[in-house]
């Protein structure tokens, strides 16, 4: 999930955006059917998803898939995924607190897997909002990406972060944030908020949100850039053509959708995490402090 100032030539600048295209429209349809179906299609997803993001983590840190320690780091992944199908909340802080036994950059890779995936499960099946709670950071995330995308290509200029991720512009970080505040207001204005609050006050709350969710998201992306410098490989996987790998796509992911969920908890009753308020917070925060 990467843009980058404009290259000599126009045509190697837009080389790639065709395959990105194809994969887009092939994810949306997936994705897409199984966040409107819910239950054991949208379960499944979520765990071969998870499955997938820890086969790509274990290969990224040199452990072979295919080894016993590689079928059972994918196996605490999709373990704890499982866990969360259940409604077993309590038990899946086991999985990534014990999988220091792989080390702390896996460790890491695996809390990160987890979490974002014990999210989805929440956010879909355990919120009243349901589909529309991942799909507004969903939203948030794609729009976030290709807006930077678009942006950075055009406009280019100055480096977001050269020793990190040389592609990335401050142009396109602005034009990313834009785009994420944008679709969460789009988002929460087609959920609706059935007469909760006026309008104005529902676009301001989705826009701060959406806000907030845009920067963690290009962080996660840096984030994801960073580790891959450091592995010195240029994508996590070759599973989604012009995107690389489930790594590369979701990294922004990781980083949102746990977020999304903790916000979740100080919704009010049957609405979603972006109409929370300064009051919804405060009394959310008092509610744990004072058990």
């Given amino acids: 999930m990467s843009e980058a100032s404009r290259p000599r030539s126009s045509g190697s600048n837009w080389k790639d955006l065709r395959p990105r295209l194809i994969s887009a ?3 949306i349809l997936v994705a897409g059917s199984a966040i409107w179906a819910g239950g054991p299609f949208y379960e499944a997803l979520i765990l071969l998803a998870m499955c997938g993001l820890a086969s790509e983590m274990a290969t990224l840190f040199g452990l072979s898939v295919r080894s016993w320690r590689g079928v059972l780091y994918l196996g605490w992944a999709v373990c704890a995924g499982l866990a969360a ?3 077993r909340w309590s038990a899946i802080a086991a999985f990534p607190m014990t999988a220091f036994l792989f080390g702390t950059p896996l460790w890491l890779g ?3 897997i987890v979490a974002a995936g014990s999210a989805l499960l929440w956010l879909r099946l355990h919120t009243l909002p349901g589909a529309w709670s991942v799909v507004f950071p969903i939203a948030v995330v794609v729009a976030s990406d290709s807006s930077a995308y678009l942006v950075g290509r055009l406009v280019g200029g100055p480096k977001l ?13 602005v034009g990313g944030l834009c785009g994420a505040v944008l679709a969460g207001m789009l988002v929460a204005s087609l959920a609706g908020v059935d007469g909760m609050m006026e309008r104005t006050s529902l676009l301001v709350r989705s826009g701060v949100w959406a806000a ?4 963690v998201a290009q962080a996660g992306d840096l ?3 960073a580790v891959k410098r450091a592995r010195g490989v240029k994508d996590s996987g070759t599973l989604l053509p012009g995107h690389g790998g489930l790594l590369d796509r979701f990294d ?3 980083a949102v959708m746990p977020l999304a969920a903790v916000l979740s908890l100080a919704a009010q009753p049957g609405f979603g995490f972006w109409t929370v308020g300064l009051a919804d917070l405060v009394k959310a925060i008092s509610h744990v402090f004072g058990q």
């Fill in 25 to 27: 429209v092939v994810l």
């Fill in 85 to 87: 199908c259940a409604g």
């Fill in 212 to 215: 907030l969710l845009g920067v």
């Fill in 223 to 225: 984030a994801e850039s």
């Fill in 161 to 173: 972060a050269p020793r990190i991720s040389p592609g990335k512009t401050r142009s396109g970080a």
């Fill in 252 to 254: 922004a992911m990781l």
């Fill in 110 to 112: 695996n809390a990160a």
